[in-house]
């Protein structure tokens, strides 16, 4: 028994993981996103790189927000941008 009260020999402590931390949930390739798409002179470019957002396993563990990052992770600041 522990002052607090319990026993410390069959409870605790115990670790709760709250979120969509790597376990609980897995991406993958939204069936909508465009890998490649061809364009000849004169297309209409307009919606040919649609980004979709992966799915996940788990409901509340959506994609809010996507940025282009370097693979240093700083900021990508050039001057063409991809937006969702």
Known sequence: MSAYGGSTKFFGPYVLNVGCFIGAVFYADN?????????????????????AFPTATRAWCTVQQNEIREEDGSEWIEAAKFSP
Do not use: K
């Open 31 to 51: 069936v909508n996103l465009v890998l490649n798409s061809e364009l000849v002179a004169g297309d209409d470019p307009t919606n040919a790189y649609t980004f």
